[in-house]
């Protein structure tokens, strides 16, 4: 009996996903559509899912370019590839992931599951960072960021930087390394470096040599460093949305038990990678300010860092910091 009810509830379903396919309907009405399914679904940002998914079946990247379409109809192909693209949704696979491309400031960026979706927050650091430059006397020149992921930091700071700026943007992660590498082609910049690398618990980078490739990475030291590495503390992983749990590289965004595993080799980085007088940047969850400092107090002598300054993001939140030596 309760097999029966199962099929009839999962039949009715499916019967109200496919009757706006049989009969014709525009692109507003897909959107109200998908939006209401979404609603029903308890998809988050239902809206947002739907514009983004029926502009990428119309070929368009943003919902305002669909806006002005919406009275055209949906051929029998696109409103079926739109109800696949729906069905990955409904499953709780990120927009990114099911349109294959985000953007992040002023760039458009090639995504694939499992590597790191670049979140808006982290466009508040390279602010900081071009800020920082700016003012700087003389200009940094050279940097490395550790957890490149999509490229989006590394991207955003060549393309944006009035002064020349060369990178070496590392990941342990093969996947992230791929992409990032394709992100970086795509928009033709040749002062990015990908590489396949990663930052060892003693704060030493380890590379990794695919098909007994030639080392990559130089020996030199930094102007500046700059991550947004994995820092959430490990308890808070299992309150994370599905949509991250599911989909995403969960070594991404785990920093071991207090979420600052990766941020003390970062800092212990510096000391063979970043040049005297030069800086790091961290993206960082609220509660690590004050670890960062006792951290840099009890490593004084050893690593000579000092917290510069402790950034907020526009929801009031302790997020980035800025570290000299
Ligand atoms: C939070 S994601 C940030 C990705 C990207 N920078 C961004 O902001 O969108 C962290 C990235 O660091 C990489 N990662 C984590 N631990 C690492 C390590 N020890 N060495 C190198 N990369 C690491 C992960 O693979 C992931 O791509």
Redesign the pocket.
Known sequence: MRLLVHFLIASNFRRFLCVQAETKFTVKDAILHWEKVFKKQNIPEPENSAGYLVAHVLGETRIVDILVRENEILSKKEKEKLEKLCECRLARMPVQYIIKQWDFRYLNLLMAPP??I?RPE?EELINIILKYIKKSKPKPTGFLE?????G??SLSLVTECKSKLYGIA????YL?VKLASMNVAAYKIDTIKVAF???TEDGNLTEVHLNGSKPFMPDDKFDFIVS???YIPRKKLRDLQPEIKLFE?L???DGGDDGMD?IK?LMKLTESRLSEGGSLFMEIDPSHPKLIEKWIDENYDRYKLKLKKVYKDIFDKKRFVHIIK
């Open positions: 590597v790191f670049p982290t550790v957890g490149c992921g999509t989006a930091i590392i990941d342990k992660s992230a690398a990663e930052l947004n590495p994995p590289d070594r991404a965004v990766v080799s």
